[in-house]
Each structure stands twice: as C-alpha cells, then as structure tokens.
C-alpha cells in the first residue's frame, strides 16, 4: 500500500488552479514536477536491427479502456520509466530510475494555476511553402527522421519523436542505428550560398540537410508493451543530435488538462507521406483524454507520427506568449464504442513524470527541471 500511496501522490503532484473572469488568458499552470534520476546502467546485447519501420501504430484500447486499467503500482511506473538507451556504434545500455517528490522551497514558484487516410471529413490540412514559413518558428522546429517519421527540436542538440519510429515494442528498426534527421533548406541556385531569393509566385524548391544521431533514449513502458494497452502511453522516444542544429526550438510543458487549452484545441505539423517534401500544418479539437492520452481527429496521414503536438499560452512568469509541446502524436486507433466503431487518432501526452524524465535526458540534472 505504501508504494501504492506514494504513486498517488507523484500523479497528483500537479495540480493547477486556473484563473478565470472576462480578462482570463490561457495560462501555463505551474506544476511540481517529480524527480527522476538514474539509479543503475548496465549493458545489453546489441541489438539486431531487424524490425520494419512502421510509420503509425493502432490499438483497440480506447478512452473507456484506459479509463477503467487500473492504477500502475510505484514499482511498475519505475519500470515503465525505466529506459534503453542505443548509441551510433550499435552499443546498447539499461538503466533504471528512481522517482522521487521534493518539498517546495522557497526559491520555487508557486504560480496558481491501420494504414489508411486518417481524414475526417474535409481535408483541414495546410501544407507550409515557402522559406519564409518553412524556415521560421514554430514550422523550423519540425524534422524529418530517416525512418520516415516526424521529429521535433526540443534544445540545441535534441529531437522528441515517436518511439515506434525507432523501435517497434520487440527490437528496433533497419537504420535505427544510422539514424538521421533531416532539416529542410532551401535549394541553392546558380552555386551561390545563401543567395537563394527568388521573385517568383511559384514554391522555392527545398531539400533536406541531415545530421547523423548520436544515442536514443527508448522507456521501457514502449519496449515492454510491444504497443498494447500501456506501451500506447509511452510511445516517445528522444534522439540527441551529433552536432547542434543552430535553430530555434521548441520547450516542452507538462501537459494541462484539454478543458484548460486555448479553444480546446491542439496543433502539429509532419511530414505526412500522401504530400512527400511537404510539411503539413494542422489543428483540431480534443475529444477525449485520459492520464496519458490525447484522443483527437485531427487530419493526418502515416509520416506524421513522432510530431510534436503543442499549444500557445500565457507564460506568466515572463508576462508573454509561449508554445510548449505538451505530447507527441502516435498514431491511430479504431475502437468499440457501445458497439459502434469509431475511430481517433491519438497524442501521448507529456505529464509530470514525462515531463521530468524528458528534461533529465536533455539537461542532465534534476534542479533544471522542477518547472513543467
């Protein structure tokens, strides 16, 4: 029981108060985040590279279906959390996490706080043309992965996708160990660099740059659920980058509850494989949510998978605007509602303990992670 009621208290450790009143603007809340930190690392065999690359995931197990699984125990979260972490030479590491829940000191703020087209409808998605789109936040935050999927640059170095792009619940995919991601760039003209202006009506031609991965963090809640009713949750995985990409990327945030986003909306852009070279702008309303789970039908086709999906909110602290990604988009999944079949395309969700997993990996240390 006692492992039980601290997991009680780690899902809790966010609660927000939102403000409200005719002048309400949505707002971050501010949460306390947890504390993940490795407690071991130790080797594993390399891995075989053999699994196909599959650029979404479906399962049957919907809104209701989550709803009703019971409460991971504190030693299964730890596991879940847990992580593979594959690097460039093929080379392949385990290492498990301890959580824990800091008392707020003073110096912390306590703000208040199948394969198929997935089109529902008219066709609601944007394809970006254009450097002055293409090249400028947020659409310059959205990469391309070799495998086939969508990226997001989420700091200097690193790269928040899918972990089915890179990983299909049992071994990981053919080029996983020669992964890349590709920037799109304008295509040079007359060989002169950086010279590409162009008074035409017509789309600038781009091509992709790519930078080779240097290590993949997978958490073992994906490998160990082979993409079933609980990998679904952990479907994420963070690529972290052999050199610095130079652009300006997007922060992540512990996801608040769709009640609390602006118009209840979200927004992702991918590299759907029905417009190749194109990136693709969409947004929609949520339908549905779990602890874990965005369920949405925003427009979407396999090659989106892996965007990062993020919302606009007042930062209150700084007194401006910001995005965050608050969850990655999986996939697609059909499921039985009262016997009807209905169909949603799903977002993993990034909560507090995402959220502070996801910053260690990025920053190394714990202290720069306690505000989601």
């Known amino acids: 029981m006692a492992g039980l009621s601290t997991l009680i208290l780690l899902l809790c450790a966010a609660k927000d108060v939102m403000p409200s009143g005719p002048h309400w603007k949505p707002t971050w809340p501010s949460y306390r985040v947890p504390v993940i930190l490795p407690q071991s690392t130790f080797n594993l065999d390399k891995p075989q590279f053999d699994a196909e690359a599959r650029l979404e995931v479906a399962s049957p197990c919907g809104p209701e279906c989550h709803k009703s699984s019971p409460l991971p125990t504190y030693e299964e979260v730890k ?27 003073g110096d912390e703020s306590r ?99 790519w930078i080779r991965v240097k290590r993949t963090h997978v958490p073992k809640g994906w490998i160990k659920g082979n993409a079933n009713d609980i990998g679904m949750d952990y479907d994420y995985a963070l690529l972290e980058l052999k050199k610095p990409h130079k ?91 009262n016997g009807t079949p209905q169909d949603f395309n799903v977002a993993v969700r990034i909560t507090p303990l995402k959220y502070a997993q996801i910053c260690y990996w990025i920053k190394g240390n714990y202290l720069d992670c306690r505000e989601g």
Not at 85 to 102: D, F, H, K, P
Not at 128 to 140: A, C, E, R, T, V
């Open 111 to 209: 703000g208040r706080s199948r394969t198929k087209r997935q089109i529902y409808g008219y066709d609601s998605r944007f394809s970006i043309f254009g450097k002055d789109f293409l090249l400028n936040y947020p659409f310059s935050t959205s990469v391309k992965l070799s495998t086939g999927c969508t990226g997001t640059l989420v700091a200097e170095k690193h790269v928040l996708t899918a972990a089915h792009c890179i990983h299909d619940g049992k071994s990981y995919v053919k080029g996983a160990q020669k992964l890349r991601v590709g920037f799109l760039k304008p295509k040079v003209k007359n060989g002169n660099k950086g010279t590409n202006i162009t008074n035409s009506a017509m789309p600038e031609k781009m091509k992709f740059q």
């Open 79 to 105: 596991n879940y959390l847990s992580y593979e972490t594959l690097y460039a030479n093929g080379s392949l590491t385990e290492t498990e996490v301890g959580i824990y829940i800091l008392s707020s000191t």
């Open 247 to 337: 652009r300006k990327f997007m922060k992540i945030g512990v996801s608040p509850p769709a009640r609390h986003l602006p118009g209840g909306r979200i927004h992702f852009s991918g590299y759907d494989n029905d417009r190749p070279g194109n990136l693709v702008y969409r947004f929609c309303d949520v339908k549905d949510e779990t602890y874990d789970l965005l369920y949405q039908q925003c427009d979407a086709q396999p090659g989106a998978s892996g965007s990062g999906v993020y919302v606009r909110m007042w930062k209150r602290q700084n007194h401006k605007w910001e995005r965050k990604i608050i969850g990655i988009f999986s996939g697609h999944q059909w499921v039985d509602m």
